[in-house]
Every structure is written in C-alpha cells, then in structure tokens.
C-alpha cells in the first residue's frame, strides 16, 4: 500500500434518512488505495443528535467545518451524496480554499415542478380530508403513494426532522452551484427516480467546468449499494 500521506484525503457526506456506516463498502474500497477516509454522521441521522430542532443548511455546513478542523483535513476531496451534497455544495462555496475537488451524485440541485406533481399535491391536501373516514392503513397507503409521486417521500418519512427538511429544501442551490469552480466530477444514476439523469445536463449549465458520468442500469442509492461501480467512477477525480 502506497503511503497514505501522499494521497489526497477524502470526506464522504451521506445522504437523508442515511448514516456513516452505509458507506462502509466504499471506505474500504479507498483505504486499500492509500487515502485516509472520513465518513460522519451528519446531525440528526446515525448517533449524531440535531443541534436544535429548526437546523438550516448552514448548520450543517458549521458542522462539517468543525469536523474538518478538528480532525485537521487538508483540502479533502468532498463526496456528497443527495442531502450531502446540498451540504457539500454549499461548504465548497463558502470555503473554496480549503476544497480540492467535489464529487457529487445524485443532488437535488435542480428544481422539479410538473403538473403531475401540483395534481399529487392537491390531491394529497383534498385527499387528507376525504379520506379521515377510512382506516389508517388506508390513508397511510394513499399518502405513501402521493408523497412518492411528489417526489417528496423523504418528507413524508423525516418525522421528527420534517421541519429540518423543510428548512433544507427551500433553500436554493443553484446560488451556490454557479460559484462553485473547483474541479467538480458529477456521477448519476441513469435510473435515478428522485433526482433524474436528465439533470445532469442542466447542472452542467451552471457548472460548465464539471466532468460527468451517467451510470446504466442503478438508481439514486448506487453510491452504497454498489460501491465497487461508484468507486470505478469516482477514480478518475482521485
């Protein structure tokens, strides 16, 4: 194994409903090549706890910094994955020195209106108050089936977190993507249902200099269900 301090150091973000562990594959697939690794628990998943119940981004982008001094990184490479790559987009924004490169896969960044989506979600409001008369099982499943076609499943299953995801989606990423010019690698999957292929296009508009690659055949959680295939992508920003 080639000494690890001559190997850029990496720092993985996972994504909502996600914890560190998920990415173990991944972690041990970059340590067999000699990089130091860095994999957290982002507040409010795994064993780490909200710092307060009304988190924004730039709370989690002051996490992710005290992380980084504390454990004193050295302009990692930064991997985010869906949610964490709203957090990494916004930290390489604010700290574009102390970034080398950024990987991203799977990011929400941009934004989705379709008239499927505005029927779902009036359904899902006028639906609520039809369907008070019918078991729970039944309104959980139409629930579970609208926040699905809305694309906000995530949000239907955040829980005590709702307000925090809330918070996190309103905020707009496009800002802070067009400003972003480190050496940027963009790596999705050509199924993804919740953050669509034909994004990738469209971020490229706002950041032109960003390499891509679209992976046949896997979805939005490639990156820790298959980390052989995410980690063959990603080598090339290595």
Do not use: C
């Amino acid at each position: 194994m080639k000494n690890e301090k001559s190997k850029p150091q990496i720092l993985l973000l996972h994504g909502w409903g996600l914890r560190a562990q998920v990415y173990k594959g991944l972690v041990n697939l970059l340590k067999e090549k000699g990089h130091s690794v860095y994999s957290l628990d982002l507040p409010g998943f795994g064993s780490e706890p909200l710092v307060h119940n009304n988190m924004v981004l730039d709370d989690y982008i002051v996490f992710v910094r005290r992380f980084v001094e504390k454990r004193k990184l050295v302009k990692p490479i930064i991997v985010g994955h869906s949610f964490g790559g709203r957090v990494a987009i916004k930290y390489t924004w604010k700290y574009p020195d102390e970034v080398s490169k950024l990987i991203l896969t799977g990011v929400p960044i941009i934004r989705h209106t379709s008239l499927t989506k505005k029927i779902a979600f009036f359904a899902a409001v006028f639906g609520g108050k039809v369907l008070k008369t019918f078991p729970e099982k039944i309104r959980h499943n139409f629930r579970k089936m609208l926040y699905t076609i809305i694309g906000e499943w995530d949000y239907y299953n955040a829980g005590k977190l709702q307000q925090v995801f809330k918070n996190i989606i309103g905020e707009d990423l496009i800002q802070y993507a067009q400003n972003v010019h480190v050496p940027t690698l963009l790596i999705w999957g050509a199924d993804d249902r919740l953050t669509p292929a034909s994004d990738v296009k469209k971020i490229k508009k706002y950041m032109p200099h960003a390499q891509s690659f679209v992976i046949a055949n896997v979805g939005h959680k490639f990156p820790y269900t298959d980390p052989q295939l995410f980690f063959k992508a990603m080598r090339s920003m290595l």
